[in-house]
């Protein structure tokens, strides 16, 4: 289940999806402190605090997406962000 | 005679002008389909997402929420009808408004008493003109949902489920909308939002077993924050739903429309004819026995 591949990654907002794609690893603001996601990290569902949600590709490049709240679910290497509507 | 010409002619004109107005009207219909189908496809991966998240966590907290729970301190249900904002589309409105009478005949049957929440001109005016008491209305954009509509929306009604008895709070929420199942078929559907049912009815079928996930901060905290959400998840969708069974509608309806133009354009022009016709032979007899009466 978890290799150590790459991430599957769904940033979504209510009306669109923001960002999607695979990544390295990713890194979001928790409730209780920001954590950091990478192949093979065990299944986790969490709500968001204000904060940047931070995708880091396989070739160095990161992507920033500022959420103010919303919630993160990880599952066999598959993020997904869910941002509550920004404005 | 030349008259009846010219009567035929004027009508002719008349139908063709509603024939340009019809024919505008179901292009607009069909090029502003796809524009909703891709609204609803953008809003997908959010209500999926939503969905997927809080089976996961309704399976893990308790579920004594008071989102899933049913209330009994009071009768009064609210019940929430999409129509659209214009006519002109064949039964769309009738449709989900006899379904919203049928409900709401229902839950009166039943004891309760149905307050109306109506989204859309179409639907407002329906209720305004029977003097029925409406709660709250949301009109314009019925064709092209907005999320801060949705938002509204949603928080109006949790606001009403939470509130207290004697604020006039309710005790479920019932959703009339119309399901888009294809450019063809669309029905008028009813479906409970309020409270919900947890346990059959927010696990999708057919799918692999949730994962064990961990929750952070708690699963009831998790819970608590995601049922809202859902909630606006379910609406949001049900407006686009609604949106595009409306455009498919109207397309359908201006589609009817224009080939009737068409008939009865065509049967004018042959009466049209005929009457141009009769009107040359009465001359050309006219002339002929004027000519025999002076050879004569």
Known sequence: MAGRGELTVEIVAPDRTLWSGTAAGVSVPAAEGDMGLLPGHESVLSLLRAGTVRVRSAAGSSEEFAVTSGFVSFDDDAVTVVVDSQD | ?296
């Open chain 2, 1 to 296: 005679m030349a008259g009846q010409q010219r009567v035929y002619k004027q009508r002719i004109k008349s139908t063709q002008t509603l024939k340009k107005m019809f024919r505008a009207m179901e292009l607009i219909a069909a090029s502003r389909i796809g524009k909703a189908r891709d609204q609803a496809q953008a809003a997908a991966p959010f209500s999926r997402a939503i969905t997927r998240a809080l089976s996961a966590a309704a399976t893990h907290a308790s579920v004594d929420h008071p989102l899933t729970s049913d209330r009994t301190d009071t009768n009064r249900v609210a019940i929430l009808v999409l129509t659209a904002d214009r006519g002109m589309a064949g039964s769309y409105n009738a449709s989900v408004l006899r379904e919203a009478e049928r409900l709401i005949t229902r839950l009166t049957e039943e004891g309760k008493e149905p307050e109306l929440y109506v989204a859309g001109r179409r639907g407002v005016g329906y209720f305004t003109f029977r003097n029925r008491d409406i709660k709250e209305t949301w009109l314009g954009n019925s064709d092209a949902p907005q999320l801060e509509r949705a938002e509204e929306i949603a928080d109006t009604l949790l606001e009403a489920f939470r509130a207290p008895a004697d604020a006039g709070g309710v005790s479920e929420i019932h959703l009339v909308y119309t399901r888009f199942l294809s450019m063809v078929t669309q029905e008028p559907r009813v479906v409970r939002i309020l409270p919900l049912e947890v346990v059959d009815g927010v696990a999708p079928v057919g799918e692999e077993p949730l994962p064990l996930y961990d929750f952070e901060p708690s699963p009831e905290v998790v819970l608590d924050a995601l049922l809202p959400r859902y909630i606006l998840a379910r609406i949001f969708t049900a407006l686009h739903q609604a949106a595009a069974s409306e455009l498919a509608s109207r397309q359908r309806a201006m589609h009817t429309a224009t080939e009737n133009a068409e008939d009865i354009i065509r049967n004018y022009t042959r009466l049209a004819n005929s009457a141009r016709q009769a009107e040359i032979t009465q001359e050309i007899s006219e002339i002929v026995s004027g000519a025999d009466a002076l050879a004569g």
